[in-house]
């Protein structure tokens, strides 16, 4: 893990946490670093990394959920926040996260794939019939 994934994994945790003033420092500092470019790479490579910690990869998993539906939809009245190579590498690897993660992940990365596809597909997205058809199997319907 690198130190980016180590500190947004344990700021995860501390989301988690039953001490409230702990949880609201993780909340603030997440939401400070969403701001900046690249956030979104580490974050689903958490979600993606088997060897972290499972409530870790579900935080991290939810908060990729709602980073989606906070930052994603544009319109010609909003600035765009996410840079276009942060947009790319999230479609780019996304549809192989959601059927490779557990179901509890999936249910989450399924989401954020419906929102994405709803502000994108097809003019900004137009490979995704094509992933998800790659994706298919006649014999694992996982």
């Not at 980016?4 to 909340?27: G, I, M, P, V």
């Not at 689903?44 to 990869?57: F, G, K, M, W, Y």
């Not at 939810?62 to 790319?88: C, I």
């Amino acid at each position: 893990m690198s130190a980016s994934q180590e500190t947004l994994a344990s700021s995860l945790q501390q989301t988690l946490s039953a001490n409230a003033q702990e949880r609201k420092q993780a909340e603030h500092f997440l939401a400070s670093i969403e701001q900046t470019a690249h956030f979104v790479v580490p974050l689903l490579q958490l979600v993606s990394n088997q060897s972290t910690d499972a409530n870790v990869r579900f935080a991290a998993a939810l908060f990729f959920k709602n980073f989606v539906k906070r930052r994603w939809p544009q319109d010609e009245n909003t600035e765009d926040t996410l840079l276009a190579e942060d947009r790319q590498a999230v479609k780019s690897e996304i549809v192989s996260l959601m059927i490779t993660v557990p179901k509890n992940l999936q249910l989450q990365i399924g989401e954020a794939v419906s929102i994405i596809a709803e502000n994108d597909f097809p003019m900004a997205w137009p490979e995704l019939i094509s992933d998800l058809v790659s994706k298919l199997s006649a014999t694992d319907y996982h």
